[in-house]
């Protein structure tokens, strides 16, 4: 199985603030990584796929990048609703499998 | 507008048995994958089950897991996703949600609202 390793697992930023999140994987994935927000109570959202595609809606301060095994997701402005959850999950095979989660948190 | 109603979850004895159901609505159900992702409280996500289309003849992946316990099936005229889940044990406690996959690109483009589901005595 392929494990996604996020770091951190936990980040304190402020409004504003440029924020990046790293997601890797124990073996190659190509470009097969997605980014999903999820807010308590609420089920995931997703941001990013294929790496680097912005989903329909989503707004452009949110970006990804990487290949192989290093991802990332970068957020070039915080905005109060982006305080949140974020999971990678990859879906080079099965099984599918999710990052542990980085959770976001105002400063 | 694209919806999937999850419903079925509650509460169950270690051992048991359970069927969730997600309806799903605003989009053509029969051209896609459908998921069942489960979050046992306070933790992350996990993927449970994965089934195909019927033009991929309804295959279906499983997480290690539920392998064996858990069986994924769709109902096209009602459009509607099942999860079965037999031998039930305390650690799939969870919030499940079922997840339609993108039809291009396989990622989980639109979610559930979920679906708790408590194994305990």
């Known amino acids: 199985d392929i494990q996604l390793t996020q770091s951190p697992s936990f980040l304190s930023a402020s409004v504003g603030d440029r924020v990046t999140i790293t997601c890797r994987a124990s073996q190659g994935i190509s470009n097969y990584l997605a980014w999903y927000q999820q807010k308590p109570g609420k089920a995931p959202k997703l941001l990013i796929y294929a790496t680097s595609t912005l989903q329909s809606g989503v707004p452009s301060r949110f970006s990804g990048s990487g290949s192989g095994t290093e991802f990332t997701l970068t957020i070039s402005s915080l905005q109060p609703e982006d305080f949140a959850t974020y999971y990678c999950q990859h879906l080079n095979s099965y099984p599918i499998t999710f990052g542990q989660g980085t959770r976001l948190e105002i400063k | 507008e694209v919806q999937l109603v999850e419903s079925g979850g509650g509460l169950v004895q270690p051992g048991g048995s359970l069927r969730l159901s997600c309806a799903a609505s605003?989009?053509?159900?029969?051209?896609?994958?459908m998921d069942w992702v489960r979050q046992a409280p306070g933790k992350g996500l996990e993927w449970v089950a994965r089934i195909r289309e019927k033009a991929s003849s309804y295959t279906t992946e499983y997480a290690a897991s539920v392998k064996g316990r858990f069986t994924i099936s769709r109902e096209e005229s009602k459009n509607s996703l099942y999860l079965q889940m037999n031998s039930l044990k305390t650690e799939d406690t969870a919030v499940y949600y079922c997840?339609?996959?993108?039809?291009?690109?396989?990622?989980?483009?639109?979610w559930g609202q979920g679906a708790l589901v408590t194994v305990s005595s």
């Open positions: 605003g989009f053509s159900f029969s051209d896609h994958y």
């Open positions: 997840a339609r996959a993108n039809t291009a690109t396989r990622y989980f483009d639109y």
